[in-house]
């Protein structure tokens, strides 16, 4: 099938990979001019595993190009998916839907022809039925749109793989059209292989993406609000997780305690549910989810809480290290980093703070260049009073710590367990603070 992708950023560019690897004939587009001449030339505008070789493969196979040209995404395609950001809007707990209107807006000035247009963004219950009515205003007559929802289930680090085999698809359809049959064929060989599908009507399909971060964002708060009790009662938080894991019911996916979530979805889309129960009226049912996102952001506090400890109580020049600047490993995304949110609170704090990763450090030092790099973890750990581990690189895992030199009477916080093994760092003479 010939399909446009609009938008080729963190969610775009994988998609229209991934529809390639598919079979089909993908067209992405990007007004980001530079954005689209990158992918023209099969350099990827971001880290991601898979996707500059999915890129490249697409290109070879002749089924994956890109433009900046809404005229030549009209011209390619009767089907085009929207997949452009929502993040959270300024002020406001709301997402911020302009892009997609732009996008929609920018599409129909374009359409010649009976067409079919997917959300694929996160957004609120009622944004597909609006982003329909500002398309029709700008068809020509007799010029028929239908509109689809379908969220996204990718998890950044297996975008590429998630789109090839999702976990479910969701089709969000108006009753009576073609738009279930068109989809059921994007992701037909999906289907023959026994991936889920739901139908249902528009709100309920773009509810399912909110519903299912703010659960996820539930679970991770939940195992967090669990290991400041353990804390605090002298139990271990590693042995409850493990035992609730255990229950079927429960399971043990996203009970890992440590300094919470980060990016551009959970926290935005936590918050968005919140907002628009709200304006529903009955944000009352969802007031939970305020506290969900409370807890989050008191482990980053607790994180720089422990640090400032381990100075003494003032943190004005002492020398601090960081471990991570992407939200999570395997990605260069720095969006809602929990590791700079908490480098950036121990700057303010008075630190000298150094950060290193492996992959985000251009990013970082863009939006963040009050703080210091350094060009390896070891560098980072030298003269350090305090080591604190807040994303969970494997490469940080192989660093021998009796080979560091770092401060006097160095304190190693570990905020993502399960990597660093705390025996070697006593050894070396680090005390080990777990988060």
Avoid at 182 to 188: D, H, Q, T, Y
């Amino acid at each position: 099938m010939k399909i446009t992708v609009i938008g080729c950023g963190r969610l775009g560019a994988p998609y229209a990979a991934g529809l390639a690897a598919l079979g089909h004939q993908v067209l992405g587009v990007d007004t980001n001019t530079e954005t689209a001449a990158l992918l023209h030339a099969g350099k990827p505008p971001f880290a991601e595993p898979g996707l500059a070789e999915a890129i490249t493969d697409g290109a070879a196979t002749g089924r994956l190009t890109f433009t900046s040209s809404y005229a030549n995404a009209a011209a390619h395609a009767d089907l085009h998916f929207i997949a452009v950001p929502t993040p959270q809007a300024a002020g406001s707990a709301h997402h911020d839907l302009g892009d997609v209107f732009a996008a929609a807006e920018s599409l129909a000035r374009e359409i010649t022809r009976d067409t079919l247009v997917v959300v694929k963004s996160s957004v609120p219950a009622g944004t597909t039925a609006k982003v329909k009515a500002r398309v029709m205003e700008l068809v020509p007559a007799g010029v028929s749109v239908e509109v689809a929802a379908s969220p996204d289930f990718m998890r950044e680090a297996h975008s590429i793989a998630d789109v090839r085999r999702p976990t479910r698809i969701v089709l969000g359809v108006e009753p009576g059209g073609q738009a279930e049959t068109m989809l059921r064929r994007v992701w037909a060989e999906c289907l023959a292989d026994g991936v889920p599908l739901v139908v249902t009507d528009l709100v309920t399909a773009e509810l399912c993406k909110l519903a299912a971060n703010a659960f996820l964002a539930t679970r991770v708060s939940f195992v967090n609000a669990l290991a400041e009790f353990c804390d605090a009662a002298g139990a271990s938080v590693e042995d409850l997780a493990a035992v609730m894991g255990h229950d079927a019911r429960i399971g043990s996916t996203y009970l890992q305690p440590g300094l919470g979530y980060g990016g551009s979805c959970l926290t935005k889309d936590t918050r968005g549910f919140v907002a628009l129960a709200e304006s529903l009226g009955v944000g009352r049912s969802l007031a939970f989810l305020t506290h969900v996102d409370e807890i989050n952001q008191r482990r980053r506090q607790r994180a720089v809480e422990l640090a400032v400890q381990a100075v003494g109580g003032d943190a004005t020049g002492a020398r601090v290290g960081i471990w991570g600047a992407s939200f999570k490993a395997g990605i260069d995304d720095i969006r809602d980093s929990p590791a700079l949110d908490v480098a950036s609170r121990l700057h303010r704090a008075g630190a000298v703070v150094t950060v290193y990763d492996p992959q985000a450090m251009d990013g970082a030092q863009a939006e963040f260049p009050e703080l210091a790099y350094a060009a390896d973890p070891e560098a980072v750990a030298e003269g350090a009073a305090v080591l604190l581990h807040l994303t969970n690189w494997p490469e940080f895992g192989r660093v021998i710590p009796a080979q560091l030199a770092p401060g006097r009477r160095p304190t190693l916080i570990d905020a993502r367990r399960g990597l660093l093994l705390h025996t070697d760092w006593r050894v070396a003479g680090w005390s080990v603070q777990v988060l």
